[in-house]
């Protein structure tokens, strides 16, 4: 099951320029690539003489940053502090032309960072500075008060949660409430620690492990993932459920009664380099499609293309309607 060329690219059209609110953890990922030719004599590890640095949006700013290179307009919602990682992390947002007065400055949470350290093109080594921990109320009001000023532009809204503290049982609370008031579709890429937080979530992307821990059954094999999505579906009261598969592709499941079984959706990568942030790719253009009014089946397969792009990209990476529309050109020249 999957797309045409002529099909997503009338799909990408429609995605243009619609509005979608985002709200979860940001994050500033840094990247140092280097050479490695020796082990350090301190210990039995291998140095790395750093040649390159970069700097890319992380987590739910990832997530934007899909958004806007698909097409789509991202209302980003989130905290950050006024310290160099948050100042980079606005610069790059300018440079994408992503608004940032939806933001909220937390001055009691320092801005997330990872560090991936790149040796010989492999990953060796990644650094997490962050607080976990709730947001203290004051930001969570604010939060919720930006929320709502996107929700009245947005046709759709982005959960992503990374269990950083900005996704609260007061900030899904309201969610629920404005969603519902204001007729907006949300889509949930879940953390299972949190799972009560996403009780009456129309629509959530997790990942086969994903959907093991937030069903407790096991999901390796397609007979498994039958059971645990409708089990995962059943519980949260989910209207449909995306997950994805690694090299296997993607299952969608919908509470259609006629049709009980998942739609399984064949892989579109043809070489996977780092799936780094593709979660963020996957939810990002589905979101967008489902914004856009499209079929749910139909949003799915965008979303597996838009992630055979990424996939094939060292490190957090997004996919343009060019790249996308060329993947099924090369696709089918196969």
């Given at each position: 099951?999957?797309l045409?060329?002529s099909?997503a690219?009338g799909?990408?059209?429609k995605?243009k320029?619609?509005q979608?609110?985002?709200?979860?953890?940001?994050?500033?990922?840094?990247?140092?690539?280097?050479?490695?030719?020796r082990?350090?004599?301190?210990?039995?590890v291998?140095?790395v003489?750093?040649v390159?640095?970069?700097?890319v949006?992380?987590?739910?700013a990832?997530?934007a940053?899909?958004?806007?290179s698909?097409?789509?307009?991202?209302?980003?919602?989130?905290?950050?502090?006024?310290?160099?990682?948050?100042?980079?992390m606005?610069?790059?947002?300018?440079?994408?032309?992503?608004?940032?007065?939806?933001?909220?400055?937390?001055p009691?949470r320092?801005?997330?960072i990872?560090?991936?350290?790149?040796g010989q093109q492999?990953q060796?080594?990644r650094i997490d500075?962050?607080?976990?921990?709730?947001?203290?109320?004051?930001?969570v009001e604010?939060l919720c008060?930006?929320?709502?000023?996107?929700?009245?532009?947005?046709?759709?809204?982005i959960?992503?949660d990374?269990?950083?503290g900005?996704?609260?049982?007061p900030?899904?609370?309201r969610v629920?409430?404005?969603c519902?008031?204001?007729?907006?579709?949300w889509?949930v890429?879940?953390k299972?620690?949190?799972i009560?937080?996403y009780?009456g979530?129309?629509?959530?992307?997790p990942?086969?492990k994903?959907?093991g821990e937030?069903s407790?059954?096991?999901?390796?094999?397609?007979?498994?993932?039958?059971v645990a999505g409708q089990?995962?579906m059943e519980r949260?009261?989910?209207?449909?459920?995306l997950?994805?598969?690694s090299e296997?592709?993607?299952a969608?499941?919908?509470s259609?009664?006629?049709?009980?079984?998942?739609w399984?959706?064949p892989t579109e990568a043809r070489?996977v380099?780092?799936?780094?942030?593709a979660?963020?790719t996957?939810i990002a253009?589905?979101?967008?499609?489902?914004a856009?009014?499209?079929?749910?089946?139909?949003?799915?397969m965008?979303a597996n293309?838009a992630?055979?792009?990424?996939?094939?990209?060292?490190?957090t990476?997004?996919?343009t309607?060019e790249?996308?529309?060329?993947?099924?050109?090369?696709q089918e020249a196969?």
């Amino acid at each position: 099951m999957r797309l045409d060329r002529s099909q997503a690219e009338g799909l990408l059209a429609k995605v243009k320029g619609r509005q979608v609110a985002v709200l979860g953890d940001l994050m500033l990922d840094e990247y140092l690539f280097g050479d490695v030719d020796r082990i350090s004599p301190e210990a039995p590890v291998p140095i790395v003489r750093v040649v390159r640095e970069r700097a890319v949006l992380g987590g739910a700013a990832n997530v934007a940053a899909n958004l806007k290179s698909i097409g789509a307009e991202p209302l980003l919602v989130g905290t950050l502090q006024q310290d160099i990682a948050g100042n980079r992390m606005q610069a790059l947002l300018r440079g994408l032309e992503i608004r940032a007065d939806r933001l909220v400055i937390d001055p009691t949470r320092p801005t997330i960072i990872k560090t991936r350290v790149i040796g010989q093109q492999q990953q060796m080594l990644r650094i997490d500075r962050e607080e976990q921990g709730a947001c203290r109320p004051a930001a969570v009001e604010e939060l919720c008060q930006r929320l709502a000023q996107a929700l009245e532009q947005a046709c759709a809204l982005i959960i992503s949660d990374y269990a950083k503290g900005t996704v609260s049982e007061p900030v899904m609370d309201r969610v629920r409430d404005l969603c519902r008031a204001r007729g907006v579709p949300w889509v949930v890429d879940p953390k299972p620690g949190h799972i009560k937080l996403y009780v009456g979530a129309p629509l959530m992307t997790p990942n086969t492990k994903e959907l093991g821990e937030l069903s407790g059954l096991p999901a390796k094999g397609d007979a498994e993932l039958a059971v645990a999505g409708q089990a995962l579906m059943e519980r949260l009261g989910l209207q449909g459920l995306l997950v994805t598969r690694s090299e296997k592709g993607m299952a969608l499941f919908t509470s259609d009664a006629r049709h009980r079984a998942p739609w399984l959706i064949p892989t579109e990568a043809r070489e996977v380099f780092d799936v780094s942030g593709a979660g963020d790719t996957v939810i990002a253009a589905f979101s967008a499609a489902v914004a856009a009014g499209a079929d749910w089946k139909d949003a799915a397969m965008l979303a597996n293309a838009a992630a055979g792009v990424v996939v094939g990209k060292m490190g957090t990476a997004t996919a343009t309607p060019e790249e996308i529309l060329r993947h099924y050109q090369d696709q089918e020249a196969v």
